[in-house]
């Protein structure tokens, strides 16, 4: 790499894809290669790539805990988001890596950053399955009942697979289950109709007042992310 930089190619240079020499060391998890770059003048929030991310970004999405870190330490902007509206953490969310997403929380991002659809990192790691990240956010005051651009919220995102267990975990701290998405769907619905039967009757037991708080089936339009 010293060769390399002194031979003439900038720090800053990119492809075609307007990728840098930085966001490559970041996405393929070489530390040391992004201390160097870093250290020789490349600017640590350049974005770059279809979805204009930056190099913590790219660390962030591929769990490379170290590199995210040495980028952190060099001041990496923490909350800028991508062309989608997604940030580091929102990035990890959808992977599940639960100590980069915990060395994010502890570089101060923020909890509630939501993407181009509204959807925070608690929406995005219910919905991909992952219990533990999901404990994680819960436990940091989140907006647990935020809802995306088509009013659904986190539960929706929980509700249709076999991710019980975050349902659980939704309802325990605080989540409504009585939630309706904007065109009139009900959270109990979805669980049912797509066979999560043991959702499906969490929601029921759940909902406020003893009140399953379910639709006419007949009219159910199925579920779509």
């Not at 999405?61 to 995210?68: D, E, I, V, W």
């Not at 800028?80 to 953490?89: E, F, R």
């Given at each position: 790499m010293w060769l390399l930089l002194n031979m003439g190619p900038s720090p800053e240079s990119t492809d075609k894809f307007h990728i840098t020499g930085l966001m490559y060391a970041a996405m393929n998890g070489h530390g040391g290669t992004v201390n160097e770059l870093l250290d020789a003048g490349a600017t640590a929030n350049s974005q770059g790539g279809e979805s204009d991310m930056t190099a913590l970004m790219y660390a962030a999405?591929?769990?490379?805990?170290?590199?995210?870190?040495?980028?952190?330490?060099?001041?990496?902007?923490?909350n800028?988001?991508?062309?989608?509206?997604?940030?580091?953490?929102t990035h990890v969310a959808t992977k599940g890596n639960e100590n980069t997403f915990k060395a994010l929380i502890l570089g101060g991002c923020g909890i509630n950053v939501r993407n181009k659809d509204g959807r925070t990192p608690i929406y995005l790691a219910a919905s991909s399955g992952f219990e533990v990240v999901v404990k994680i956010i819960v436990s940091k005051s989140c907006e647990i009942d935020a809802k995306d651009t088509k009013g659904r919220t986190t539960l929706w995102s929980a509700s249709p697979g076999n991710n019980t267990a975050i349902v659980q975990t939704l309802l325990k701290n605080g989540a409504s289950p009585d939630a309706k998405s904007e065109s009139g769907e009900r959270l109990g619905d979805i669980a049912h109709l797509t066979g999560n039967e043991d959702a499906y009757e969490l929601l029921r037991l759940d909902a406020k007042n003893g009140s399953s708080g379910l639709r006419s089936i007949k009219t159910h339009r199925f579920f779509k992310t």
């Open positions: 999405a591929n769990g490379h805990q170290s590199t995210l870190e040495a980028l952190l330490y060099k001041c990496a902007a923490i800028v988001a991508d062309g989608n509206g997604q940030t580091a953490l």
